[in-house]
Nanobody, 129 residues
């Protein structure tokens, strides 16, 4: 059974930090890209950060320089370190999975929700000023 389980969300003040985790199970981790996406009420779902097995990373302009994505292949876990959080970072954060074979890495953050085969349940991040 495929599972993506996010954790680490919470409520922080602007300028604070959080570290999100996404544990994957039930599929071969190395065959998938697992980017982080977020969805805030009234706004379109946004690709936030992506990483590949070679360590290439990509970030949306809104988080570049503040967020860092990493992954532990041995633990099938994806991370998102979020620093200097802003009010506009408030959203539900998801990890999602898409087969590497069908994907150009640099297009990951622009893909729509239907382009991902698996989703986690999300973890809420709330930033207040």
């Amino acid at each position: 059974q495929v599972q993506l389980v996010e954790s680490g969300g919470g409520s922080v003040q602007a300028g604070g930090s959080l570290r999100l985790s996404c544990v994957a199970s039930g599929f071969t981790f190395s065959r998938y890209y697992l980017p982080w996406l977020r969805h805030a009420p009234g706004r379109a779902r946004e690709g936030v950060a992506a990483i590949d097995s070679n360590g290439r990373t990509d970030y949306s302009n809104s988080v570049k320089g503040r967020f860092t994505i990493s992954q532990d292949n041995a633990e099938n876990t994806l991370y998102l370190q979020m620093n200097s959080l802003k009010d506009e970072d408030t959203a539900m954060y998801y990890c999602a999975a898409r087969v590497i074979l069908w994907t150009r890495f640099w297009s990951l953050l622009s893909l729509g929700p239907r382009d991902f085969g698996y989703w986690g349940q999300g973890t809420q991040v709330t930033v207040s000023s």
